[in-house]
């Protein structure tokens, strides 16, 4: 597992198995800076994927305490780009008792036309 720092106050570890990549997003992205490294991270992190032929992207966000609108519209640019270019399945896994959370990946779902971006599961311990 690899573990990249957003900011001091963010983090994603990163595991990778047979064309699959797994992002667990931990912490609170609440700045300009922080929506930067991110912006950069996940353009990387897209060739990458398209470098090892990764075919399934699992995102879970159960972790992240807060995220500003600049990083909401980072990761919808993200997720659009990776769906529009059909090259891996996507997939959230947020916590629904988290407001933010859940009336961000459902308005998501919405901006993008219902593709099967969306995994809603429980509260994790």
Do not use: P
């Amino acid at each position: 597992m690899e573990t990249f720092a957003i900011s001091d106050k963010a983090s994603i570890n990163i595991t990778e198995d047979t064309g699959a990549m797994t992002l667990i997003w931990r912490g609170q992205i609440d700045s300009d800076y922080a929506n930067s490294v991110m912006r950069d991270f996940l353009m990387d992190l897209h060739e990458k994927c398209k470098q090892k032929n990764i075919t399934k992207l699992i995102t879970d966000f159960r972790g992240v305490k807060f995220m500003f609108s600049s990083g909401i519209k980072t990761l919808i640019g993200w997720f659009k780009l990776f769906s529009d270019e059909n090259r891996y399945k996507g997939t959230i896994i947020y916590n629904n008792k988290i407001r933010w959370q859940d009336v961000t990946f459902e308005s998501i779902r919405i901006i993008l036309k219902g593709m099967d971006l969306i995994n809603k599961e429980s509260t994790r311990d």
